[in-house]
């Protein structure tokens, strides 16, 4: 069964960066579509980002915000986050989730089956 364990959550100032890690155990990382979600203080959760691979080619979509990035290391069996230019406003607790493959890149939560615990992200001065 695939476990998931994020690190790299803390406090930022605003325009700090900051990189999550998303950590996979049990199964072949590669095998799945994995995504990152936020969810801000009082808000729903929101999709952030997904990387995922289709027909032997991976592909990743555009952060909610457009600052951060996402990656894959195979050989660590890692997905990260790469968070630039934080504000305020991007104050959450991020979390990673995966799902399998068929539904391509989709940020919708209810196809997402496996969860890990979310490191908070406090932007503030």
Same mark, same amino acid.
């Given at each position: 069964?695939?476990?998931?364990?994020? @690190? %790299?959550?803390?406090?930022?100032?605003? &325009?700090?960066?900051?990189?999550? @890690?998303?950590?996979?155990? %049990?199964?072949?990382?590669?095998?799945?579509?994995?995504?990152?979600?936020?969810?801000?203080? &009082?808000?729903?959760?929101?999709?952030? *980002?997904?990387?995922?691979?289709? +027909? %032997? $080619?991976?592909?990743?979509? +555009? *952060?909610?915000? &457009?600052?951060?990035?996402? $990656?894959?290391?195979?050989?660590?069996?890692?997905?990260?986050?790469?968070?630039?230019?934080?504000?305020?406003? +991007?104050?959450?607790?991020?979390?990673?989730?995966?799902?399998?493959?068929?539904? %391509?890149?989709?940020?919708?939560?209810?196809?997402?089956? @496996?969860?890990?615990? &979310?490191?908070?992200?406090?932007? $503030? $001065?």
């Amino acid at each position: 069964q695939l476990q998931l364990v994020e @690190s %790299g959550g803390g406090l930022v100032q605003p &325009g700090g960066a900051l990189r999550l @890690s998303c950590a996979a155990s %049990g199964r072949t990382l590669d095998h799945y579509a994995i995504a990152w979600f936020r969810q801000a203080p &009082g808000r729903e959760r929101e999709g952030v *980002s997904v990387i995922i691979t289709i +027909d %032997g $080619s991976t592909y990743s979509t +555009d *952060s909610v915000t &457009g600052r951060f990035t996402i $990656s894959r290391d195979t050989a660590k069996n890692t997905v990260y986050l790469q968070m630039n230019s934080l504000q305020p406003e +991007d104050t959450a607790i991020y979390s990673c989730a995966a799902r399998a493959p068929g539904w %391509g890149p989709s940020l919708a939560i209810s196809l997402y089956a @496996s969860w890990g615990p &979310g490191p908070p992200v406090p932007v $503030s $001065s």
